[in-house]
């Protein structure tokens, strides 16, 4: 969703975490007033509040916060040699990882379960209940029935749709009315409690989560994004937005949910609580743990967080993510929310291998796949500009409103859109046995016994009435499915595009594998179908071909390869189809990225102006440092601090007078030779502490940053001591340095800033927004689009 209350960022960004080493030991060494040293804070043992702490919509230091990590990790090894109690506190640190992975996996599992069952029978609500008990879904109501037939195995005595139940009859347009009525009020009321429950309480709870959740990985804060209004929130309007039959899916938000679970339980751990970039790897893991719920692929889900979503995966958040994600599918495999005690969503038996010639088919629907995710990208950012730029942005609630009435109007009379998108896309991977009932499977039976096939497989057979009707139905569905969807994704309600993308993906595959099962039904003698499709023979099988398709539109609008096609046969249980989904998800990624590089999560956050600097996007302009950093040749001089000579008023009002989140510190305004860089935050934090807690100091104060205090006059005020503040060792690169090179350093490092020098002195300041709107300057595009630091 476009969260357009992002609009205005913090004007602290790229904040730094700093733990003043030497703030207590330098401060005492100077006389604060005529009575001798003051009792001086040791920040180390009390520390000054707020210090080395970030502000909302800024970027973390990752380096900063690694040597923290370092320091601590030294601090406790060097003291498990001491004593057996420092030891075994040393051992539960070092387990504390583990342990909390279990606590994630546990809590997001249990969380999956609970939206799977609820999902299931608030869907089936919107059709009718269950007399024995309205707790119980259509499927658990008719499993204790006696009554129940093998082609009508959905009908029993105890389950009465809401037509039956009001006029006493199943049959007759009368009922079909109620019905349709029912099923258009029972959409209306979830949608309107979904996005009724989001704008009340939790903002955040909206789309699908994964560009944000991107964005925080990279270092960025967006705070309560992780909270736990957002999570309950997002649990329940999760159940409804699915329920309500509106087109999207839960397996995105389900990352999102994970997420939320990790960043609550991180709490319960100081190691992971008090620093952004240890919390940050957990995140990661939780991401691989949503898609493992998700979709029951627990591989699939860390291949997932590897390649679409973390920024910093070092080898042990692979050992952790891939831990997280066993716990998470055996927690989901307990729970059984599928009823079938299998952990995958989609589970296919295919009965017939596929053939080399079945490669055209399925590298066009690669071709497909890429087309269909560049259109639904172009037309959903179009969509979501509008959105966000019109009144429509305004009222959220109509707009919901709007479209779940448009979906349940045109959905209910087709039975293959009225279907969950999951339930969809469950009949399209199916494969027609003999006593197979479903509309799909409306073939003309065999005349004689020699065309039934082997074993379970059946034969290759004419199509009958049953299945034209099939696919004209099918052939509206797709149009429907690809056009309300592009509407639907980003509005103000918990949305995935997973299962939506592959119900478009489905339905053509399955389109195009019945159009081929026919083909070589009336044409055994082509050259084609030669030594390998003989008359009464399984040759094609169509439900292989709506596999493929779904995961070729799947990696079209996302881009994702490696993890798509593991996630693709975790979730069908087909290893054996793996060529035929690598051959259509690469072609799909070919395909698409001709016509632009980004997949739908990258647009959206280029759409919100999030701060992410693209791993995968290149550099490919000639510019120096020089050219992007600031101040240009026009501006005003750069704001600095000197390391000895200001005084606390004269500090005070720099920092008032600018908006800038820290400030280069040079031996002297002649000279501009570097020395270090402080922050705006932690200078006003100290400022602040020092006048409450420490005597003598006035506006009058000196600042230093050097080691020694310079001598002063004897009824001078005492100076202000903040070396311990300043880093020391500010990263820096030559003005001629080119920009190629610069951007990496920033990908790589996790920087927020630069400073640029020229033999030794202070040139300039390049930030990592500099960056973005050099970038977007160069791809022609509106720089003021960055809107955060």
């Known amino acids: 969703c476009n969260n357009s209350g992002f609009a205005t960022a913090s004007s602290f960004s790229r904040l730094k975490s700093v733990v003043p080493p030497e703030y207590s030991s330098s401060s005492r060494a100077a006389g604060m007033n005529g009575n001798g040293p003051a009792k ?65 996996g546990l809590m997001s599992g249990a969380l999956a379960g609970g939206i799977d069952i609820a999902a299931h029978w608030l869907t089936d609500m919107k059709d009718g209940v269950c007399l024995i008990g309205f707790w119980f879904n259509h499927e658990h109501c008719c499993w204790t029935s006696n009554e129940t037939t093998f082609q009508e195995r959905d009908r029993c005595p105890q389950w009465q749709s809401w037509g039956e139940l009001i006029t006493g009859t199943s049959e007759g347009a009368f009922a079909y009315i109620m019905n349709y009525l029912m099923y258009i009020f029972w959409a209306l009321l979830f949608s309107f409690l979904a996005v009724t429950l989001v704008r009340a309480f939790a903002p955040y709870a909206c789309g699908s989560g994964i560009p944000e959740i991107k964005t925080i990985l990279s270092g960025f804060i967006i705070r309560g994004y992780l909270g736990k209004w957002t999570l309950i929130i997002k649990t329940i309007t999760l159940v409804l937005a699915v329920s309500s039959g509106l087109s999207l899916g839960k397996e995105g938000p389900l990352v999102h949910v994970a997420c939320c679970c990790a960043n609550i339980l991180c709490h319960l751990f100081t190691k992971y609580r008090k620093n952004e970039a240890k919390r940050r790897e957990v995140l990661s893991a939780a991401a691989a743990v949503g898609v493992s719920v998700a979709f029951g692929a627990p591989i699939g889900g860390v291949l997932f967080s590897l390649e679409e979503v973390s920024y910093y995966f070092p080898l042990k958040t692979l050992w952790r993510s891939f831990f997280a994600a066993l ?65 429509l942005g305004h009222y959220p609630v109509t707009e919901v409103l709007v479209v779940a009435a448009l979906t349940a109007l045109l959905a209910y009379p087709n039975s293959y859109t009225r279907m969950s998108g999951a339930e969809l896309i469950s009949e399209l991977f199916n494969d027609c046995s003999l006593l197979d009932s479903s509309q799909l499977c409306g073939y003309k039976q065999p005349t004689n016994t020699s065309e039934t096939g082997v074993g379970n497989s059946l034969a290759d057979r004419p199509a009958g009435e049953g299945l034209y009707t099939a696919l004209w139905q099918l052939a509206l569905a797709l149009i429907f499915k690809m056009m309300i969807t592009v509407i639907t994704f980003g509005m103000k309600v918990p949305s995935g595009l997973f299962i939506p993308s592959m119900a478009v993906g489905a339905i053509a595959g399955r389109l195009l594998g ?78 698409a990225d ?47 601090l000197t390391q000895e000579g200001m005084t606390v008023g004269e500090v005070e009002t720099l920092v008032e007078s600018t908006h800038y989140s820290g400030f280069p510190v040079v031996v002297s305004q002649e000279s501009q030779r570097l020395v270090g860089f402080v922050l705006r935050r932690d200078l006003l934090i100290s400022i602040d502490n020092a006048r409450k807690r420490q005597e003598g100091i006035v506006s009058a104060s000196q600042v230093v940053f050097t080691e020694h205090a310079p001598a002063q006059a004897p009824e001078a005020p005492p100076p202000l001591r903040l070396r311990g503040i300043m880093d020391l060792s500010p990263f820096t690169v030559t003005d001629h340095t080119p920009m190629d090179i610069t951007v990496d350093i920033f990908r790589k490092l996790g920087l927020r800033q630069c400073l640029v020098t020229h033999n030794g002195r202070l040139l300039g300041i390049i930030t990592k927004k500099d960056i973005l709107k050099h970038m977007a300057q160069i791809a022609n595009r509106d720089p003021d689009s960055i809107l955060f630091n």
């Open 40 to 104: 001086l804070v040791d920040p180390l043992e009390d520390p000054v509040p707020g210090l080395g702490t970030y502000e909302d919509f800024n970027t973390i230091d990752w380096v900063r916060e690694k040597s923290k990590d370092r320091d601590r990790h030294r601090e406790i090894t060097k003291k498990s040699r001491q004593s057996t109690v420092a030891l075994l506190h040393s051992v539960s640190d070092a387990f504390s990882g583990w342990l909390l992975m279990l606590l994630v």
């Open 327 to 391: 716990v998470a599918a055996f927690t989901l495999r307990s729970i059984n929310p599928f009823g079938n005690s299998r952990l995958v969503l989609f589970y296919v038996e295919f009965h017939a291998p596929w053939h080399l010639v079945e490669l055209a088919p399925f590298v066009l629907l690669g071709i497909f796949g890429g087309l269909w995710g560049a259109l639904f990208i172009k037309a959903n950012i179009a969509w979501c500009r509008i959105r966000k730029s019109t009144r």
């Open 514 to 591: 019945v159009g081929m099962e026919q083909l070589a039904y009336y044409n055994h003698d082509w050259l084609i179908f030669k030594g390998w499709c003989s008359p009464g023979a399984d040759c094609i099988t169509p439900g292989l071909y709506a596999m493929v398709g779904a995961a070729a539109c799947l990696g079209g609008v996302t881009r994702m390869t490696v993890s798509l096609v593991v996630i693709m046969f975790e979730l069908t249980g087909g290893l054996e189809y793996i060529v035929p989904l690598m051959a259509a998800t690469m072609t799909s990624k070919w395909v």
């Open 594 to 640: 001709a016509f632009g590089r980004e997949g739908i999560y990258e647009a959206h956050i280029r759409l919100n102006g999030y701060p992410f600097l693209e791993p995968k996007e290149e550099f490919e302009h000639s510019s120096l440092a020089v050219d992007v950093m600031r101040p240009r040749r026009s501006d005003p001089a750069l704001a600095v």
